[in-house]
């Protein structure tokens, strides 16, 4: 008898394990092409805006193409004091430049971003260029700085000397109120222009706060929606999802006529005479009225999760711990409220992450002090246009999303939670 074993062939007479192997290459592939569409929409609805987001949050090329020649004399100095007329020369010759290609204004416009005030002085500056009113013979340095005082400032070279490096991390570390000062290190801005921090520890706050709310009020309302008979619970779940069908403006614009003083919120309290009339509180541009618009916007997402898993629950369990000896509070707080756990994750992270980005609500009846960090990435994608400033406080908000999935993923974990 041969030692080796006989080879098993197929019909074909292919040996068995190639064509196993064969058929599951195939089926890998068509599996593959099944998810690829999805694949495809993914990358580029969203790694490929991302990518950009990044690219534009460090690009600082503008500058670097605009200055060449500024930016080479100004490798020699030390940014202690005035630059010296090589410095002026070049900065006039790379700025006459622009003036013949129409670009000066971009320049202005992108070092008054760095620092305030060069916009005017550009255009001083551009006014005399343009009536050849700068004597190349003569020390370019006195002229340029006679155009207007500030080029006799020397934090104004400071600033543009910043803008050197192609790629800069300056616009992540201005969303943290700092700055790259003139040696290199890095410094944080005076105290009375520190408005990021605030931003970014208010936006933390009103999505705690608002999850929080919404966890309150949605609780008992899905626990009603589980226990109740169903012609009942129906009934009760079409006033849960009716917000979906209304538009969010509309909804916003509802909470703003009713919270206004002269509104109906604030008409009730003076009829059951818990305020006088002519002390209404204030509950618009606020971070009253923030709260309130934001969570009742937000509370089906809340109970809708808490709904899903509360259902799936026996009503029997209740019955057998209260059988055991326990009263309806511990029977509930040790058997029931454990396994809707899953629940109150999923809908906690859900509010909490939506939250977190809301900008339209808080815009519209938040005022001054309801406003958030993704208001001021609205603002500066419409008003300012400093798209590369907005896109690093866009990429700053997902990281702290990912931040903080990761950490309730370590706490909690991902896999408890249920959204049905």
């Keep these: 008898m041969s030692s080796e074993t006989k080879q098993i062939l197929t019909t074909d007479g292919i040996p068995l394990e190639v064509s196993l192997k064969k058929a599951e290459k195939k089926n890998k592939i068509k599996a593959f092409l099944l998810v690829a569409p999805l694949l495809l929409f993914l990358i580029i609805t969203y790694v490929f805006p991302i990518g950009e987001m990044f690219s534009r949050s460090v690009d600082d090329k503008m500058i670097t193409n605009m200055l060449p020649k500024t930016f080479k004399e100004m490798e020699k100095w030390d940014g202690k004091e005035l630059p010296s007329e090589e410095v002026f020369a070049a900065f006039y010759y790379d700025f006459k430049v622009l003036v013949e290609k129409q670009e000066h204004g971009k320049l202005g416009q992108r070092l008054n971003k760095e620092k305030n005030g060069f916009n005017s002085i550009t255009k001083k500056l551009f006014r005399q260029v343009k009536r050849k009113k700068i004597d190349e013979s003569i020390s370019i340095k006195e002229q340029v700085m006679k155009v207007h005082k500030r080029w006799r400032n020397v934090e104004y070279w400071q600033a543009i000397k910043r803008t050197a490096p192609p790629y800069t991390m300056s616009k992540y570390l201005k969303g943290m109120d700092m700055y790259y000062a003139a040696d290199g290190s890095i410094a944080q801005v005076d105290e009375d222009r520190r408005i990021h921090r605030i931003l970014w520890l208010r936006t933390l706050e009103i999505a705690f706060f608002v999850t929080l709310f919404c966890f309150l009020m949605g609780y008992p309302i899905a626990h009603l929606l589980a226990t109740l008979p169903m012609k009942y619970s129906n009934l009760l779940m079409i006033c849960v999802l009716l917000p979906f069908w209304t538009s969010l403006l509309v909804r916003t614009a509802s909470w703003m006529i009713l ?122 994608m419409k008003q300012t246009l400093d798209w590369s400033f907005a896109s690093a406080m866009g990429l700053m908000l997902l990281s702290g999303v990912l931040v903080i999935y990761w950490i309730y993923n370590k706490l909690v974990g991902v896999d408890n939670i249920k959204l049905g």
């Design 259 to 380: 919270l206004q003083q002269q509104g109906v919120v604030n008409d009730f309290f003076v009829m059951i005479g818990l305020v006088a009339d002519d002390n209404r509180p204030e509950m618009m541009y606020n971070k009253v009225g923030t709260y309130v618009a934001m969570t009742q916007i937000l509370l089906p997402f809340m109970v809708l999760p808490l709904y899903s898993v509360m259902k799936t629950i026996s009503p029997s369990l209740m019955r057998a711990g209260k059988s055991l000896g326990g009263t309806p509070f511990v029977a509930f707080w040790k058997v029931y409220f454990p396994l809707t756990i899953p629940g109150i994750g999923a809908g906690c992270l859900l509010v909490f992450i939506l939250a977190i980005g809301y900008y339209i609500t808080p815009a519209l009846v938040g005022g001054a002090s309801g406003t958030l960090i993704s208001n001021q990435i609205a603002f500066h």
